[in-house]
């Protein structure tokens, strides 16, 4: 397969990847990875060898030993060492099968944990593929231009459901059962949708800042006021979409979109500012401690948003701070493996039977994360999300190249987005939320990376 081939699949999945064929349903993820996995098999000869990365050799182990880690709890072990392992596991497994077990894996659902694991390597091998393949500037705009119209379309269509009441209407897409109307795009919940938006609007934003400050278009000094506004076209039509993208995660009502929000157009305004000023010019100046105050002034409006949202109820009728303690108690029981990788909904009704039926997530990515693989698990998992983003941020730090520095700016603010969302939601358990956000971290890669043998003049 050639790589405008390989580019032009990814780009239908894009825009795709938000209806339901890439956000409900059993049928629709294995076929929605199958479809991510394919072309990314048959680009293998296109890509090329080595990559100046910081840490890469620390990623690499720390990816093969979280899928050996995955690997490990489907291997079926005998009672003696599964006692001693995961105690816990065995009396669940023993009172459920109402007799002794002589085998089985430290996974309660192996088959959740497969394909939780296969599911990762998919989008793992996809990043793989993605920041080895040889794309210059155009294919990275090209990606970020169709992530612009697929947020664009989520918007559009979620601000026409939103002013309907969230009517049911077209094809696949119903009624959202609220009190109060909120914005919903394609993927069903305000949260998820205002997830997706949040990723794609630094994007945007970047390319906005691009368009302003490094790429100016020519102005004629004596043309009449349309024709100016005409040679500003491009720049007019990246700022009504940023402006629509952040309307519509305003208008999910999510309290943590708010923050997110807030902090995208704080993080994008301060780090160009930063990027624009000489590096002996911003030494001595107050840029930085203003940056920092107005971080803290942020992450305290983000501690104000989580103690409002733990004590509303949802629209299931449950509170956050009982999804969290549920998940407490279930990371309690298997403290050290976990449960199994995806076992989250299964295992947390036994810990809780009031539970079963109505809650499938934790609301925390973390703590879910900590239930289903433990100590072990997650730490390999989480430093493993630590090392990607001091690379891709090592990487962005030593370009000096404004368009460059831009860009890559705008990929670790999603980046950070998501991070920081996932305290709240579950958004990255919908394959279209995981398939963007790996998108966007190989997209920040390689546009940190663009002729990085090159000496970028300050």
């Known amino acids: 397969m050639t790589k405008q081939t390989f580019l032009l699949w990814i780009k239908v999945l894009i825009l795709l990847s938000p209806l339901p064929f890439g956000c409900v349903g059993r049928v629709w993820s294995p076929l929605f990875h199958l479809l991510i996995l394919l072309p990314s098999v048959l680009v293998l000869a296109r890509l090329r060898p080595g990559l100046d990365v910081p840490a890469l050799p620390w990623i690499r182990r720390l990816a093969l030993l979280f899928f050996g880690f995955t690997a490990f709890q489907l291997l079926p072990l005998p009672r003696v ?19 002794a077990v002589t085998f089985h894996p430290l996974s309660l659902v192996p088959g959740e944990t497969l394909a939780f694991g296969l599911n990762l390597f998919v ?5 793989y593929v993605l920041v080895h393949l040889d794309l210059d500037k155009g294919d990275i705009y090209g990606l970020i231009h169709v992530l612009t119209l697929s947020a664009l379309f989520q918007a559009l269509f979620g601000l026409a459901k939103w002013a309907l009441g969230n009517e049911r209407f077209f094809l696949f897409f119903h009624r959202i059962e609220d009190p109060e109307p909120m914005l919903s795009g394609t993927l069903a919940l305000p949260e998820h949708s205002a997830f997706y938006l949040e990723l794609v ?51 999910t009502r999510s309290l943590s979109a708010k923050v997110v929000l807030l902090l995208a157009f704080f993080l994008m305004a301060v780090g160009t500012v930063y990027i624009r000023h ?17 971080v803290v002034i942020a992450l305290f409006m983000a501690w104000q948003s989580a103690v409002a949202r733990v004590h509303r109820p949802d629209r299931s009728g449950n509170l956050r701070a009982e999804f969290w303690q549920n998940t407490t108690d279930v990371f309690a029981r298997f403290p050290v493996f976990g449960s199994g990788m995806g076992t989250f909904k299964h295992v947390s009704a036994t810990v809780r039977p009031e539970a079963a039926g109505r809650l ?33 941020f090592s990487l962005w730090r030593r370009r000096f190249h404004p368009e460059v520095k831009i860009i890559g700016l705008a990929a670790l603010v999603s980046v950070l987005m998501a991070l920081f969302h996932s305290l709240f939601d579950f958004a990255l358990r919908i394959p279209a939320n995981a398939f963007l956000l790996t998108l966007i971290l190989a997209l920040g890669f390689k546009m940190v990376l663009y002729k990085k043998e090159r000496r970028d003049a300050p």
Do not use: C
């Open 123 to 127: 989008m793992v091998f996809l990043f």
């Open 81 to 99: 060492l599964l006692n001693l392992l995961s105690p816990h596991t065995v009396r669940l497994v023993e009172q459920n099968l109402d007799r």
């Open 360 to 392: 499938s997530h934790s609301h925390n990515e973390y703590l879910e994360m900590l239930a289903d693989g433990g100590v072990v698990g997650a730490g390999l998992l989480f430093a493993l999300a630590w090392l990607l983003f001091y690379a891709l």
């Open 201 to 251: 609007l630094p994007l945007i934003l970047g390319v906005m800042l691009v368009r302003l400050l490094v790429r100016t278009p020519w102005v004629p000094a004596n043309g009449s006021p349309l024709r100016r506004l005409w040679h500003l076209r491009g720049l007019w039509r990246t700022a009504a979409a940023a402006l629509i993208v952040a309307a519509a995660v305003y208008l």
């Open 278 to 294: 000489g590096r002996e010019e911003r030494r001595g100046n107050l840029l930085q401690w203003m940056a920092l105050a107005l």
